[in-house]
């Protein structure tokens, strides 16, 4: 379990994360999603002890991680791919993890069988692709077999088979009863593997929800109704027990299809102005929800 | 799944765990052999190859030198070996990102030091030595022909040979630390080989007495009196005076490497 209370980092008074709180619990995955430079990796760190928390707390199975006399057995952490030495072979790169916390050596051999890099084991790292050094990663963070897996953005560089591969092993991990914390900027890769989301945008935390009530809060369809006569199609429609949203000069309109919806209109003589059908999918809640809080938009107005 | 199950965790951290994390990841990198290797063939080798160019005039007593004045020439190529391996054990990490990998696993940012310290000592100690003896019987083995060879047991050859390999395990933590200091493998290379081969000799154009302590007390010139047989000079520190110097001035470098290294997020 890890748990965040009030953490919070700022970088030459520019703040990275403010003030956020927050529970990975165990037994499944916990997604941790937000653009580039929302904060996830800032975090992760502070988790680690590799960076100092400006305020506030957070704490790995109840104590500090840099307390833990062996850490990798308590969390196993992939950073950030090709976080080795060029020159070092896959099983050396093992090796002196292992032996930094008293694990034995045979467990070197069988995270390489693994992640799959068992035949590769003797070639240096500088040598990998991505994906490899990706699965180098994983193997790092393994070592230990803790009971909190941590990985930043695992999927990266992966070829499908390899994205396949992260996500099973992900559920594996979590249907033991690991606590699982995976951190991504895509959502449709989160909505294949997490089970709870918990959403990061500027430092702060937008949503921390399991994924299915996230999904149905955020992604679901409704019918977009304009009408001159609003007030009356609203008193109209909710008369009929639907569920009715409005927003600005449009009612969104839940739980019936849009060609009985006008039928029922105009049968009252009501007049429409527009009806549509808006399906929003997770990525467009995801950019909806997370839009104010990315740091560097692409413009796309042009000045007139 | 994993072997894992019936191994107990530690209940403590360990400095002994740490160092020999340390020796694998020094060992598992080619480049650290070939640099011990030009360390050997650099340092003994020219040695052997200077004694044989002035065995005859030892010999012949024209300059007036003696065989042990050479004996320990060729170390002075060794230097820089030291420097890039000591400079490296801290550098490389940064250069690869491999610092937070070291870190999550051990946490305690002095123990990590302190095991880096331990492994580099130990090696340079060991290397430099070696280095130290090849030269000397190489060496000798001119100076023997022409019937002027010295001993082992001769007024400080043995403090020499030992000596070297202290200032080689010296050279590599000086440049360690300034490592720890500027976090670039060419800035601390840089820093360190100018310290000793360049300031170290310009100092001594500074007059007057201040000049004369100035050159004294630089690392450069400290620190290798212990690997000499014979003195530089009247002018430099008496052999461990001078090394006491030398592992001050490494002592101030590392302990404000460390309070960085312990302040600064990795």
Redesign the interface.
């Known amino acids: 379990m890890i748990r965040a209370q009030g953490l919070t980092k700022t970088y030459d008074g520019k703040v990275a994360v403010n003030g956020i709180d927050f529970t990975v619990e165990p037994g499944r995955v916990t997604g941790f999603l937000g653009p580039n430079g929302a904060g996830k990796s800032t975090t992760m ?1 502070m988790i ?5 928390p400006t305020k506030g707390m957070v704490s790995v199975n109840g104590h500090r ?9 308590e969390v196993g ?1 992939l ?2 791919a ?8 896959a099983r ?1 790169h093992l ?3 292992a ?6 050596t ?2 070197v051999g ?1 995270v390489l069988e693994l992640v799959g890099l068992d035949s590769v084991a003797a070639q240096r790292a500088g040598r990998f692709s991505l994906g490899m050094g990706q699965r180098l990663g994983i193997a ?1 963070a393994l070592i ?2 803790p009971p909190v897996v941590m990985l930043d953005e695992p999927v990266n560089g992966l070829d499908p088979e390899g994205v396949r591969w992260v996500r099973s092993l992900a559920r594996q991990l979590a249907d033991d009863g690991k606590t699982v914390f995976v951190s991504s900027h895509l959502m449709s890769e989160m909505a294949l593997m997490a089970d709870h989301l918990i959403v990061i945008g500027r430092g702060a935390i937008l949503a921390d929800s399991p994924i299915q009530e996230f999904m149905a809060e955020h992604a679901s369809a409704y019918v977009r109704v304009k009408a001159p006569q609003s007030i009356d199609v609203e008193a109209l429609l909710v008369g009929r027990g639907l569920d009715v949203t409005r927003t600005d000069d449009e009612l969104r309109v839940h739980g019936l299809d849009a060609p009985a919806i006008g039928e029922l209109i105009g049968s009252n003589g009501l007049l429409l102005h527009e009806l549509t059908l808006v399906r929003s999918s997770l990525e467009d809640a995801f950019m909806e929800l997370t839009a104010d809080s990315v740091e560097y938009h692409a413009r796309t107005e042009v000045a007139a | ?5 019936a ?1 107990a ?6 400095l002994g ?2 160092v ?3 020796w ?2 020094l060992a ?4 650290t052999w070939w640099t011990a290797l030009a360390m050997v063939v650099l340092g003994a080798g020219f040695t052997t190859i200077i004694s044989g160019v002035y065995a005859d005039d030892v010999a012949s007593g024209t300059t007036g030198d003696s065989a042990a004045e050479f004996i320990t020439q060729g170390l002075i190529f060794s230097q820089i070996s030291a420097v890039v391996i000591g400079a490296l054990v801290v550098t ?2 940064y250069g ?3 610092i ?2 070291t ?6 940012r002095t123990r990590v030091l302190a095991a880096k310290a331990i492994v580099l000592t130990g090696f340079l100690f060991a290397v430099g030595t070696v280095t130290a003896f090849l030269g000397y019987f190489g060496g000798n083995a001119f100076f023997r022909s022409q019937g002027v060879g010295i001993s082992l047991g001769d007024e400080n050859i043995l403090r020499s040979m030992f000596g070297a390999g202290l200032y080689m395990a010296g050279l590599g933590l000086l440049a360690a630390a300034i490592g720890l200091l500027v976090r670039h493998t060419a800035a601390a290379i840089s820093i360190v080989l100018a310290l000793v081969f360049i300031i170290g000799q310009v100092v001594s154009l500074i007059p007057g007495t201040l000049g004369e302590w100035v050159t004294k007390l630089m690392s450069g010139n400290a620190g290798p009196g212990i690997v000499v047989p014979v003195s530089f000079g009247d002018e430099m520190l008496t052999p461990w005076v001078g090394f006491a110097v030398f592992l001050g001035e490494i002592a101030l470098l590392s302990l404000a490497g460390l309070a960085l290294f312990k302040k600064r ?2």
Not at chain 1, 99 to 104: L, M, R, V
Not at chain 2, 9 to 14: A, D, E, Q, Y
Not at chain 2, 28 to 31: G, T, W, Y
């Open positions: 760190r680690l002890g590799l960076d100092a991680y840099a307390s833990s006399p062996a850490p990798l057995r952490a950073l950030e090709h976080a080795v030495h060029p020159g070092r072979s050396n090796r002196w993890l032996a930094s916390n008293g694990i034995p045979t467990r069988e790092a230990g077999d | 799944m994993s072997t894992l199950v191994t965790i530690p209940t403590s951290g360990s765990r740490t020999k994390s340390e694998i990841k598992s990198i080619r480049s490389s990490e690869t990102g491999l937070r990998a870190l999550a696993a051990t946490p305690s997020d990795a």
